[in-house]
């Protein structure tokens, strides 16, 4: 309730212009007390994510490769599997909004299992030669909360009604999002905190007791959730005695003969409760099959578990803090269906090399004392770029399939109509908007006498005083965000795009990709949606019998200026460099990461940068992929 000095105050701000307070938002629209909430700085009502009042929004999804028969069996169903680069609450809101044609009708209130591990709340700086701050964590404390609360509000949103999500935390933040998952599915819907003790994790002196486990919490959306029995195995057969139920004493008995005598039978596995013992070892000695080189990659087994507990044999299950894939590889072997989504581009190659090697791998279902390898090869999936572009692809699509790809990105609803006996291509925010099809007008710009053609037609027909134009900038005259002409505004939405503050809350923002692999699960996210700058390379490349050695005589960014921190201006050459992928037996046609090395494990010659690489393994042809720290690629082939 207000007091009369708060609404004299109000109507102050009001009548002056000014804005009224953060605070006063739950006072001027109440939400329904709860008999406690949480409550801390920074928390955002759902309706308002949901609304996209946090300055994030659903962006289209584009497809980089399909990878199909006859390497990959094909999809069941028209489905396929999904590798998305990009930031998942972009990715969660895309699937929530239910309009990409990718995945229309196909994910929202279908996904059967989510499984993530988020990062765990660390900071890591990093610093170029002259001190100035390249990148830098900044979720902590309350931010860091929202960070992930904002994205456990939208999976439960797409979760199906018999859905469970599993979050795998560790002991420093895992007390602090328990609270905030009761508060997004409910006390109700908590079904089990599992424990994951690895009894091979051996520390040294330490204060206290050894670290040696993490938790993971199971929720499920609704009461009417999947829960399978999970066994495995014991570390030797063991008899117990046999169990029948009594219909006369109406409870389990045990079994015996006719002589009385119990009847015991062999036992060599068990129920699994919610104390799991897995070592670690399988994801970090090189001889494992599941070796995949990945700084956070968690077990098979532990995944095993999770897929056969929560879902069925051609269920969707998702994991959007991809990491290194287990979620995928554990999914495929079982046959299920998959999505995985994460903003690095080590993620993402990791999980590519992973998925197209996965018949190297272990088999989960295998009975035999020395696993095997899996042997199949994955069902048909697709790699997909959200918010991040190739502008090239983007132009050279057909022109009914571009101007979806564009009403996506900028919220425009395709409802063609006229006005005045002028043709526009639908409405966004109830204003019309004009595609320009540069394909059919490739020599036409938009210029001052095609503003003026609309403005003769509209003549006062308008009943707003906007008018959005899509367009390739090569086709813009003008270098302005918006041009006034006869009391209509024409704003120029441009490809690729830099954002018009009027138009937006907040700045649009790469995710930044780190320069050491100690860094890759940094928490970050991007803002709005970007096209990629390709970066400039030089280089020499030495082979001899025994070695590859790049060595890069210079690098340079190609992103703008204005999408750079204060910081990031600064910088220049190699501290813009995050990463160099390497394929060292390149087929052609799929890029299969044999190395990744960043910036911290480069040699220093002089003012070059050295990489040295074994030739062992290696091909007739390399794919080398050079990543600035924005995300822009350089790929080549080269021939050794």
């Given at each position: 309730?207000?007091s009369?000095?708060?609404?004299?105050?109000?109507?102050?701000?009001?009548e002056s212009?000014a804005?009224i307070?953060?605070?006063?938002?739950?006072?001027l629209?109440?939400?329904?007390?709860?008999e406690?909430?949480l409550?801390y700085a920074?928390?955002m009502?759902k309706?308002?994510l949901l609304?996209?009042?946090?300055g994030s929004?659903?962006?289209p999804?584009?497809?980089?490769?399909?990878?199909?028969?006859p390497?990959h069996?094909e999809p069941?169903?028209?489905?396929n599997?999904?590798i998305v680069?990009g930031d998942?609450?972009?990715?969660?809101k895309?699937?929530?909004k239910?309009?990409?044609?990718?995945i229309?009708?196909?994910l929202?209130?279908?996904v059967?299992?989510?499984?993530?591990?988020?990062?765990?709340?660390?900071?890591?700086?990093f610093?170029?030669?002259?001190?100035?701050?390249?990148?830098?964590d900044?979720k902590?404390?309350?931010?860091f909360?929202?960070?992930i609360r904002?994205?456990?509000i939208l999976m439960r949103?797409i979760l199906?009604?018999?859905?469970?999500i599993f979050?795998?935390?560790?002991w420093?933040?895992a007390?602090y999002?328990?609270?905030?998952?009761?508060e997004?599915?409910?006390?109700a819907?908590?079904?089990?905190?599992i424990?994951?003790?690895?009894?091979d994790n051996?520390q040294g002196?330490?204060?206290?007791?050894a670290n040696?486990?993490?938790v993971i919490f199971w929720y499920?959306?609704t009461s009417?959730y999947?829960?399978?029995?999970v066994m495995i195995p014991?570390d030797?057969?063991t008899?117990?005695?046999k169990?029948?139920?009594?219909a006369?004493e109406?409870?389990l008995?045990?079994?015996r003969?006719?002589s009385g005598?119990?009847?015991?039978e062999?036992?060599s596995e068990?129920?699994?409760?919610?104390?799991?013992?897995?070592g670690q070892?399988?994801?970090t000695?090189q001889?494992?099959l599941e070796?995949?080189d990945?700084?956070t990659?968690?077990?098979?087994e532990?995944l095993?578990?999770i897929?056969?507990?929560?879902?069925?044999e051609?269920?969707?299950?998702l994991?959007?803090?991809?990491?290194?894939g287990t979620?995928?590889a554990v999914a495929e072997k079982?046959n299920?269906?998959?999505v995985?989504?994460?903003?690095?581009?080590?993620?993402?190659?990791?999980?590519?090399r992973r998925?197209?090697e996965?018949g190297?791998?272990?088999?989960?279902?295998s009975?035999?004392?020395?696993?095997?390898?899996?042997k199949h090869?994955a069902r048909?999936f697709?790699?997909c770029s959200?918010g991040?572009?190739d502008l090239k692809?983007a132009l050279d699509?057909e022109?009914?399939?571009?101007?979806?790809?564009?009403?996506?990105l900028?919220?425009?609803d395709?409802?063609p109509h006229?006005i005045?006996?002028?043709?526009f291509d639908g409405?966004?925010?109830g204003?019309?908007?004009?595609?320009?099809?540069y394909s059919?007008?490739?020599?036409?710009?938009?210029?001052?006498?095609?503003?003026?053609?609309i403005?003769?037609h509209?003549?006062?027909?308008m009943?707003?005083?906007r008018v959005?134009?899509?367009?390739?900038?090569t086709?813009?005259?003008?270098?302005t965000?918006y041009?006034e002409l006869?009391?209509i505004?024409?704003?120029f939405l441009?490809?690729?795009?830099?954002?018009?503050r009027e138009l937006?809350?907040k700045e649009?923002r790469k995710?930044?990709?780190?320069?050491s692999k100690?860094a890759?699960?940094?928490v970050?996210?991007s803002?709005?949606?970007?096209?990629?700058?390709t970066?400039s390379?030089?280089r020499?490349?030495?082979?001899t019998?025994?070695?590859?050695?790049?060595?890069i005589?210079?690098f340079a960014?190609d992103?703008p200026r204005?999408?750079k921190?204060?910081?990031?201006k600064?910088?220049?050459?190699?501290?813009?460099l995050s990463?160099?992928?390497?394929d060292?037996?390149?087929?052609?046609?799929?890029?299969?990461m044999?190395d990744s090395v960043?910036?911290?494990?480069?040699?220093r010659g002089?003012d070059?940068?050295?990489i040295?690489?074994?030739?062992?393994?290696?091909g007739?042809?390399?794919m080398i992929?050079y990543?600035?720290?924005f995300?822009?690629?350089l790929?080549e082939?080269?021939?050794l």
């Open positions: 309730m207000l009369k000095a708060e609404k004299d105050y109000i109507i102050d701000l009001i212009g804005e307070p953060e605070d006063f938002r739950y006072k629209f109440p939400v329904e007390q709860k406690y909430e409550a920074g928390k009502r309706e308002d609304a996209n009042d946090d929004f659903p962006v999804l584009q497809v980089e490769k399909v990878f199909s028969a390497g069996p069941r169903d028209g489905w599997n999904l680069f998942n609450l972009q990715l969660l895309t699937i929530y239910n309009e990409d044609p990718l229309k009708d196909r929202k209130g279908r059967k299992l989510i499984y993530i591990d988020p990062p765990f709340a660390t900071s890591d700086d610093q170029s030669r002259d001190g100035a701050k390249a990148y830098t900044k902590k404390g309350s931010e909360i929202e960070y904002k994205r456990l949103e199906s009604d018999e859905g469970s979050v795998h935390l560790d420093k933040k007390h999002i328990k609270v905030v998952l009761d997004v599915f409910g006390e819907n908590f079904v089990n905190e424990v994951w003790h690895y009894p051996f002196n330490v204060r206290g007791f040696n486990h993490n499920s959306k009417r999947t829960s399978n029995k014991l030797k057969t008899k117990r005695d169990r029948i139920w009594s006369e109406k409870k008995v045990s079994a003969d006719d005598k119990l009847i015991y062999d036992f068990k129920k699994a409760d919610d104390v799991w013992d897995i070892s399988s994801t000695k001889s494992s070796f995949i990945y700084p990659q968690k077990p098979e532990l095993r578990r897929v056969l507990a929560a879902s069925n051609g269920d969707i299950v994991d959007c803090f991809a990491g290194s979620l995928a079982l299920r269906r998959w995985l989504c994460d903003i690095g581009k080590l993620s993402h190659f990791t999980c590519q998925i197209l996965i190297k791998s272990r088999s989960l279902t009975q035999a004392k020395v696993t095997p390898p899996y090869p048909s697709l790699t959200l991040a572009y692809a699509m022109f009914g399939k571009y101007k979806e790809f564009v009403s996506g900028f919220n425009i395709l409802k006229r005045g006996g002028y043709a409405k966004k925010d204003d019309p908007v004009v595609i320009f099809n059919q007008y490739s020599d036409a710009n938009i210029d001052d006498a095609f503003l003026e053609n403005s003769s509209l003549g006062g027909r009943s707003g005083s959005y134009i899509v367009t390739p900038s086709h813009l005259d003008y270098i965000d041009e006869d009391g505004r024409y704003y441009k490809i690729p795009y830099q954002t018009i937006h809350q649009f995710f930044r990709q780190p320069r100690t890759v699960n940094a970050d996210e803002i709005g949606f970007s096209f990629n700058r970066p390379v030089e020499d490349i030495a082979v019998e025994d070695q590859i050695t790049i060595a005589r210079s960014s992103e204005s999408a921190t204060d910081e990031e600064a910088l220049s050459g190699f501290d813009l990463a160099v992928f390497i060292k037996h390149y087929n052609g046609n799929e890029f299969i044999t960043f910036p911290d494990e480069m040699e002089g070059q940068l050295l040295r690489l074994s030739r062992s393994g290696a007739a042809h390399m992929v990543t600035d720290i995300g822009n690629d790929s082939s080269v021939a």
